[in-house]
């Protein structure tokens, strides 16, 4: 069964850029939408982007919209988080998935593989 695995994490301050990323163990995932989640403390884990096995049809949270940008390599197996103007709010532990189904769908209980999560921080 594939893996996936994140790196990127780590301490940024307010205002700084972090760049996530998702690395397959192989290119079954290709096919396969692709979203990024995040789980801060005391709170449920949530959707902030996706993308579709093209690369083309992109879904972000209102929270991230216009500072986040999700982009996939098939060729490389990987899917990026690129995070810009960050802010407090964005600390969480973040979190790939892939859902096999391929829709533009939002629960976490939706997607069948998970990486095991890196932490991102953002300092004030």
């Known amino acids: 069964q594939g893996q996936l695995m994140e790196s990127g994490g780590g301490l940024v301050q307010a205002g700084g850029s972090l760049r996530l990323s998702c690395a397959a163990s192989?290119?079954?995932?290709?096919?396969?939408?692709i979203g990024w989640f995040r789980q801060a403390p005391g709170k449920e884990r949530e959707l902030i982007a996706s993308?579709?096995?093209?690369?083309?049809?992109?879904y972000y949270a209102d929270s991230v919209k216009g500072r986040f940008t999700i982009s996939r390599d098939n060729a490389e197996n990987t899917v990026n988080l690129q995070m810009n103007d960050m802010k407090p709010e964005d600390t969480a532990v973040y979190y790939c998935?892939?859902?096999?189904?391929?829709?533009?769908?939002?629960?976490?209980?939706?997607?069948?593989?998970w990486g095991q999560g890196t932490q991102v921080t953002v300092s004030s």
């Open positions: 998935a892939a859902d096999r189904a391929g829709w533009d769908r939002q629960l976490a209980s939706d997607y069948d593989f």
């Open positions: 192989d290119n079954t995932f290709s096919v396969y939408r």
């Open positions: 993308v579709n096995w093209t690369g083309v049809k992109t």
